[in-house]
């Protein structure tokens, strides 16, 4: 199970909410749902070069780092700057049920998507129950 781990993100919207559309809009959104024996997590990264996208768990928590660069030359009058740069990151506490050894990244149309199976061991399984005498042991005297 996917844990939520920014308490501070309801205040950001909160602050959004107040200070009206000109708010600085959060640096990295995400989705996150189960779809039968997966999470699937999104997070929305528009221009962002996949080669700045660092992915790493330890200890059940996944830490995501992307850095949006400015795309004028440094000699660049800026006219409108408006779309936030610079390093962002995001952290998600992974629940025991998730196999962190086998999370897939992919990163299309600005959309960075990671999915993460659901561990073996937490999976549903059927257990067989034995029925009539076949589970006793028969003792002879």
Partial sequence: ???????????????????GA????????????????????????????????ELDVERNVLNV????????????????AERPTGTFTRQLFLGETLDTERIDA??????LTLRIPVAEQAKPRRIQIAGGDTGRKQISG
């Fill in 22 to 53: 000109n708010a600085r809009p959060a640096a990295m959104p995400m989705d996150a749902y189960r779809s039968g024996d997966e999470f699937l997590v999104h997070f929305d990264l528009p221009g962002i070069d996949p080669e700045t996208i």
């Fill in 65 to 80: 780092r992307a850095e949006r660069r400015n795309p004028a030359p440094e000699d660049a009058e800026m006219l409108v």
């Fill in 106 to 111: 992919s990163y299309d149309a600005g959309v």
């Fill in 1 to 19: 199970m996917l844990m939520r781990t920014d308490p501070f993100r309801e205040l950001d919207r909160l602050a959004q909410q107040v200070m």
